[in-house]
Antibody, heavy 121, light 107 residues
Framework: QVTLRESGPALVRPTETLTLTCSFSGFSLTTTGMCVSWIRQPPGKALEWLARIDWDDGKYYTPFLETRLTISKDTSENQAVLTMTNVDPVDTGTYYC?????????????WGQGTLVTVSS | DIQMTQSPSSLSASVGDRVTITCQASQDIYKYLNWYQQKPGKAPKLLIYDASNLEPGVPSRFSGSGSGTRFTFTISSLQREDIATYYCQHFYSLPPAFGQGTRLEIK
């Protein structure tokens, strides 16, 4: 059974760095073709893809936030970590991690329950 | 980047109605279009992948069609448990983008 769970601070001050951890089970990021993405959702708004890390340590970011994001993985701990620097109130929202493949068919087949992050002073 | 435009943004229908949502891509995405259902406070759930393939375990009243730039998602007979927001999402290239969502309500 595949499970993912996001963890991190519920409240972050503007200009600080946000670090989110996705802990997963039921699959491994050492398996060829396996990927984990981070996706966020501001309150009442649509989903927005942020970043992806692949089994071969390939890393991809949304161009809009590329300078502020870093994604990494710890395969021994089955975790994927996203850091976002210089956060702003517009970064408030629920952050999800999701599993997918680098090969066709492409879809997010398993998601974490999400973690709500509020950016406020 | 490829933009996804969903319509309508909200929809009210009665139990038993046929419901259709459309999604248009800003360029050709071939078959690489997925549909998700999101209930309040929950993570999205995959319903349809590659435009028309039903994810195992998803009721057959859900279906998808289309290719290229225009796609359709249909619920053949709306049930109360289908109340949710539905999102299309392309996976043709990076970044994979979602539509704005369609909020479905019971009339």
């Amino acid at each position: 059974q595949v499970t993912l769970r996001e963890s991190g601070p519920a409240l972050v001050r503007p200009t600080e760095t946000l670090t989110l951890t996705c802990s997963f089970s039921g699959f491994s990021l050492t398996t060829t073709g396996m990927c984990v993405s981070w996706i966020r959702q501001p309150p009442g708004k649509a989903l927005e893809w942020l970043a992806r890390i692949d089994w071969d340590d390939g890393k991809y970011y949304t161009p809009f936030l590329e300078t502020r994001l870093t994604i990494s993985k710890d395969t021994s701990e089955n975790q994927a970590v996203l850091t976002m620097t210089n956060v702003d109130p517009v970064d408030t929202g629920t952050y999800y991690c999701a599993r997918h493949s680098a090969y066709d068919p492409y879809y997010f087949d398993s998601w974490g329950q999400g973690t709500l992050v509020t950016v406020s002073s | 980047d490829i933009q996804m435009t969903q319509s309508p943004s909200s929809l009210s229908a009665s139990v038993g109605d046929r419901v259709t949502i459309t999604c248009q891509a800003s360029q050709d995405i071939y078959k690489y279009l997925n549909w998700y259902q999101q209930k309040p406070g929950k993570a999205p759930k995959l319903l349809i992948y590659d435009a028309s393939n039903l994810e195992p375990g998803v009721p057959s009243r859900f279906s998808g069609s289309g290719s290229g730039t225009r796609f359709t998602f249909t619920i053949s007979s709306l049930q109360r448990e289908d109340i949710a927001t539905y999102y299309c999402q392309h996976f043709y290239s990076l970044p994979p983008a979602f539509g704005q969502g369609t909020r479905l309500e019971i009339k």
